[in-house]
């Protein structure tokens, strides 16, 4: 199993930015995983935010589109979700995800809170 560990989070007025990092433990399965970043709102389900192949091919909610954007780096093992024109409604908890083999490894999650 891959260990992954988000950080970035945090409070946040409306209109504002975060960038959130997601560092995975094992580089060789990180450069053939499929990455995503998820979120869950108290009381709602989780859902995806965005996802990157790994040939580099994104796909984002429609909620996001134009505010989010996820990337990697290979090299260091992280996947980064630059979030910006943040709204009351992006509060919620943020996990990665990384699947390898049909297999999906999550993050603990970090927190973003954004006030109006």
């Known amino acids: 199993q891959v260990q992954l560990v988000e950080s970035g989070g945090g409070s946040v007025q409306a209109g504002g930015s975060l960038r959130l990092s997601c560092a995975a433990s094992?580089?060789?399965?990180?450069?053939?995983?499929?990455l995503g970043w998820y979120r869950q709102a108290p009381g709602k389900q989780r859902d995806m935010v965005a996802t990157i192949t790994s040939g580099g091919s994104t796909n984002y909610a429609d909620s996001v589109k134009g505010r989010f954007t996820i990337s990697r780096d290979n090299a260091k093992n992280t996947v980064y979700l630059q979030m910006d024109s943040l709204k009351p409604d992006d509060s919620a908890v943020y996990y990665c995800?990384?699947?390898?083999?049909?297999?999906?490894?999550w993050g603990k999650g970090t927190l973003v809170t954004v006030s109006s």
């Open positions: 094992s580089r060789s399965r990180f450069s053939i995983a499929g």
């Open positions: 995800a990384l699947t390898t083999y049909g297999m999906t490894s």
